[in-house]
């Protein structure tokens, strides 16, 4: 991507709408919100790149979460297999840019960020950012491989008993339009309806708190982000030191100092706001590191010099 052109501040004043395009066509299959059922075809066998319940009516594809749950305890099925190898295609692809531009549920909290009331920052909450690999060891990977029914499968301990995209996308509009499945509500649902007004409650306040600090997906990707082929790229021979990139991120990250922290979901906001440019896209092998050191000693050369 060349520098000149204005690739990474068009993509990233469009964001918004790539956001909502990526939601409806993660959840094409409209109609099934008004029947109370769900979309069986074959492109269930295909994850979707983001957090998207597979019990949502709409739902294209699978949740790669969930997926990877569902058979992660028997050595019987190949899919887990296929589902790592896809997680590690979209990480060494895309990193968190995932997260920033293709994520409903992370969309979800934005939008609720949006509602005018007092904001807080999570500068000073930042180890429970370490939260969410913890979840996904023990609950994604851990758990379904050591507790297994007869069948030898384990339960999808993230998907039942926390993540808060289930109730939202599947149990409600399911209930609403379901009577059989109304009636079957439980406890188990309430305890996640519990957990879903609490994400909906911090959204408000905090900015994309689930994605910081629960979501195992985006704590895959993370992973990733430093060696995606996507990533953030800072010329520090236009950077003026202004530090309105770091005030505007709402994840917490410098990108002069660390411009692929496991942290950025490569949301744009840093580029909208440098005043001179300093701050874009880059996709490709080629992540100027040697560039950046050496724009970064001219930099303090020259300023040594005046």
Same mark, same amino acid.
């Given at each position: 991507m060349d520098s000149k052109k204005p690739f990474s501040p068009l993509l990233a004043r469009w964001r918004g709408l790539v956001q909502a395009c990526a939601a409806l066509l993660t959840n094409l299959h409209l109609p099934n919100f008004f029947k109370g059922e769900l979309y069986r075809g074959a492109g269930k066998t295909v994850c979707v790149p983001g957090l998207n319940c597979y019990s949502c009516p709409g739902a294209?594809?699978?949740?790669?979460?969930?997926?990877?749950?569902?058979?992660?305890?028997?050595?019987?099925?190949?899919?887990?297999?296929?589902?790592t190898g896809i997680l590690i295609l979209l990480g060494v692809l895309l990193g968190r840019f995932i997260c920033g531009f293709l994520c409903p549920f992370g969309w979800f909290q934005e939008l609720?960020?949006?509602? @005018?009331?007092?904001?807080?920052?999570?500068?000073? #909450?930042? @180890? #429970?950012?370490?939260l969410k690999y913890v979840i996904l060891v023990v609950m994604v990977f851990l758990l379904p491989v050591l507790v297994v029914n007869e069948a030898g499968l384990g339960n999808p301990f993230f998907c039942k008993y926390l993540c808060p995209q289930g109730v939202l996308e599947g149990a409600i509009p399911l209930s609403l $339009?379901?009577? @059989?499945?109304?009636?079957?509500?439980?406890? #188990?649902?309430?305890?996640?309806?519990?957990?879903?007004? $609490?994400?909906?409650?911090?959204?408000?306040?905090?900015?994309?708190p689930f994605c910081?600090? /629960?979501?195992?997906?985006?704590?895959?990707?993370?992973?990733?982000?430093?060696?995606?082929?996507?990533s953030m790229q800072v010329d520090h021979n236009k950077c003026i030191s202004c530090g309105k990139c770091a005030r505007v991120c709402g994840m917490d990250v410098d990108v002069c100092k660390t411009p692929n922290s496991t942290e950025c /979901?490569?949301?744009?906001?840093?580029?909208?706001?440098c005043p001179t440019q300093a701050v874009r896209f880059r996709y490709g092998f080629d992540r100027g590191g040697a560039y950046s050191k050496l724009s970064q000693k001219t930099t303090i050369d020259e300023r040594k010099g005046d």
């Open positions: 294209a594809g699978a949740c790669p979460i969930g997926a990877f749950q569902a058979v992660v305890g028997s050595s019987k099925f190949q899919f887990s297999y296929y589902i609720l960020h949006k509602i @005018p009331t007092k904001k807080l920052s999570t500068k000073r #909450l930042k @180890p #429970l950012t370490y $339009t379901n009577a @059989p499945i109304r009636a079957a509500l439980g406890k #188990l649902f309430s305890w996640k309806l519990c957990v879903l007004v $609490t994400v909906v409650v911090l959204s408000v306040v905090f900015y994309r910081k600090w /629960i979501c195992p997906l985006g704590a895959v990707y993370a992973l990733f982000n430093r060696v995606s082929l996507l /979901i490569r949301c744009g906001k840093c580029v909208s706001a």
